[in-house]
């Protein structure tokens, strides 16, 4: 029995013929997969910036480093083309379980107005109690039912820095007593948050005139 003949130039065209095909179909995925992740980082972004801002209509961006050198991402906020104020967003890699981001909203003379987390790996119900802002329900709002409420959830750590400027040193984590800005058993979490808030607001404060000269 003869056996059959392989024709080695055909069999190369087609798997080249083959490869092509599939480099393109990969080279198409990861296009629309990177198109739809920027699109939904924009979406996270706006929202984020609806949080700590008053109402704006438009808004530019600047890239500064803090005095540990981290890049500081700037929004400048305008409405009917006045500067209305600033946020500011950083990645720390001070939290516990690796990289924490943070966003605060400043008023023009860098007074801090909000202070939000934007992404994080923390340890739930440890950690996360002192990144997240959620809606605390109970037995009656349940009965009730309703609508959600509106406006940004209260988070006694973050809310912590609201009205202050970062004019000297980093913030001590304050534990106990009426006002407090870290958990016991988070203190790593805390120390990550004061010090990325401190770094945007310390950053702003030493940039004021040319973030608003960015926003002109």
Known sequence: MNAQKINIPKLGIFLGVIA???????????????????????????????QVLPAFDAVDTMILHSEEGWPVRFYMAKKDGALVGYAGEVITPEGFSGDVTVMVGLELDGTIRTVIVTANTETPGLGTAVTDRKVQKTIFDLVKGGQEASGLAPNVYLDWYGSKKAENERW???????????????TITSAAIGGAVYAIGKTCIENLEELSKGAE
């Open 172 to 186: 001590a984590i304050i534990k106990d007593g009426e006002e407090i800005n870290g958990k016991t058993g988070a």
């Open 20 to 50: 092509a095909i599939a480099a393109g179909l990969l080279s198409f995925v990861s296009a629309s997969t990177e198109t739809a992740i920027k699109v939904n980082l924009q979406k996270k972004t706006d929202a984020a910036l609806e």
